[in-house]
């Protein structure tokens, strides 16, 4: 009886594995207990869930500018009823989202990349990526929609739609209706695959495979139509987003110069590289992809269909293909830039397929130099590194000092303050605030006398117009008081 051996080399891959997914964790649960106050966006999709909670419209139908998939707003209901309204309960979906697309990264990655630990680096960049760690503290879908886009990635290496029974077509089709409830990355994963299925199908027409993929498509397709149409068709705001959509990059949806595909793979992946390293990555993307193809044939072009799609769609001016909008595309991106390095897999096929691999790696190590991670001290050591809002500190302070016929001035994103004012009516926010106009505008229509409460945000997004609004009350009003907050001061003063 012989004995069996150990792989020493897939035991330290799953040590290794872990230790960087709990480091990943480890930072997420960092940026998760910053505790910030809930900012202008959040402030508007909690009022909108709110509203979907108690029963006052359906699940998958909102009446706020801020919406997001209906299994979000689900999700978040038992999270509501055990812990009430605070900012870790409503940021504990996106924070669990996050952490749990690392284990599914490790997976994707360890089927596609065959040499040992090289599926590591992918999950490494993931695991301290600044712009997924954001995210993780944000009520927003984005984090959620990076695991589903995950999670139906690895689905097209795992499943065969030829092998698939009819009981199954009809479990997976449902699962994928669910998916498109879920996150919107799903829908452009769902139209690129079923479409391509659907091409494969009319060039090898079988009776048997026609049926298998109707029975997939219907049922999926009936969630995915009907979310559609209630969501996105009904949407009071759908003409706002179209707007807003088309102020993007001059109305332009698409990268459709040097500069927004630099922008682009800047945001991805936070390398300051120049334009030969630019242009190596999508160089290395196009290979990544034609080896995969000949590895996983028509799975490979499943994998990157949603980006495919994505594409389409913003060269028709219907959907911008931009930083966060495309943030789910990272893993794809990643997966096939290290592809070029998978040495050991192609050394399989031939010596010189294996050697010219490997040169491939070692260039993308070489592009990837320049990747700076001095940010996750910032992080760690300090809690108000992602602070975006102080709202709730500058509501403590209107609680004090609030007087009837006093004027308060919170432009957009420096304090949302509508949403912890739900318990308290202290002060009657249809009257005396601006959320939108500028400062020195607002100012000038306040009767001489009164006073006038401001919080004057100074994280990074305003800059110039934090020293602006301040030195001009410095320089025109009498400050009764001054209070320096985390990412800001209140300020206090008589017009």
Not at 77 to 106: C, D, H, Q, T
Not at 436 to 442: A, K, L, Q, S, T
Not at 452 to 468: Q, R, S, T, W
Request: aromatic share 20%; charged share 20%; hydrophobic share 50%.
């Amino acid at each position: 009886m012989s004995e069996k051996k150990i792989n020493f080399v897939g035991v330290f891959e799953i040590i290794f594995a872990v230790i960087v997914i709990l480091a990943g964790i480890v930072l997420r649960w960092k940026v998760w207990q910053t505790d910030l106050s809930f900012w202008v966006d959040e402030d508007a999709l909690i009022r909108n869930a709110f509203g979907i909670l108690d029963g006052k419209y359906p699940i998958w139908r909102g009446l706020e500018a801020e919406y997001s998939p209906p299994m979000f707003f689900a999700l978040t209901k038992p999270l509501y009823w055990i812990f009430g309204l605070n900012e870790i309960a409503f940021r504990f979906l996106p924070f669990m989202a996050s952490v749990l697309a690392l284990l599914a990264m490790a997976v994707l990655s360890k089927k596609v990349l065959k040499t040992p630990f090289l599926f590591l680096i992918p999950l490494a960049i993931l695991a301290v990526n600044e712009n997924l760690l954001f995210y993780t503290q944000y009520y927003k879908f984005y984090a959620t929609d990076f695991l589903v886009a995950l999670l139906i990635s690895i689905a097209v290496f795992y499943l065969s739609f030829d092998k698939m029974s009819y009981k199954q077509a009809v479990l997976w089709g449902f699962l994928s209706g669910v998916a498109s409830w879920s996150a919107y990355s799903a829908i452009f994963y769902l139209v690129g695959i079923f479409g391509v299925l659907f091409v494969k199908i009319l060039f090898n027409f079988s009776k048997e495979k026609f049926f298998k993929f109707l029975i997939l498509s219907v049922s999926a397709g009936i969630l995915t139509c009907w979310y559609y149409i209630e969501v996105v068709i009904r949407r009071t705001n759908l003409e706002w987003l179209k707007s807003a959509w088309n102020e993007i990059g001059n109305g332009y949806f698409y990268p459709h110069n040097y500069d927004d595909v630099f922008n682009l793979f800047h945001y991805h992946t936070a390398l300051n590289f120049s334009t030969w390293q630019l242009w190596a990555f999508v160089a290395l993307m196009v290979v990544g992809f034609v080896l995969m193809i000949l590895k996983y044939k028509l799975k490979a072009i499943y994998f990157v269909s949603p980006c495919v799609v994505m594409l389409l769609l913003a060269f028709a001016g219907k959907y911008p293909f931009i930083e966060r909008q495309t943030l789910f595309l990272l893993p794809m991106f990643l997966i096939l830039i290290f592809k070029t390095g998978d040495f050991v897999d192609f050394y399989k096929n031939g010596k010189v397929f294996g050697i010219v691999s490997f040169c491939f790696l070692i260039v993308v190590a070489n592009l990837w130099k320049t990747f700076d991670i001095s940010y996750l001290r910032e992080i760690w050591d300090n809690r108000q590194y992602f602070c975006m809002s102080t709202a709730r500190e500058f509501y403590k302070h209107l609680e004090t000092e609030y007087r009837q016929g006093d004027w308060v001035y919170s432009k957009g994103r420096d304090a949302s303050l509508r949403i912890y004012d739900k318990d308290n009516n202290l002060i009657n926010f249809d009257k005396n605030i601006e959320e939108v106009e500028d400062f020195d505008n607002f100012v000038k229509r306040i009767p001489l006398g009164s006073r006038v409460h401001i919080y004057i945000a100074e994280y990074p997004f305003v800059g110039d117009e934090f020293l602006k609004n301040y030195d001009f009350i410095k320089n025109n009003y009498a400050i009764i008081q001054e209070i320096k907050e985390p990412s800001g001061i209140y300020v206090l003063f008589r017009r």
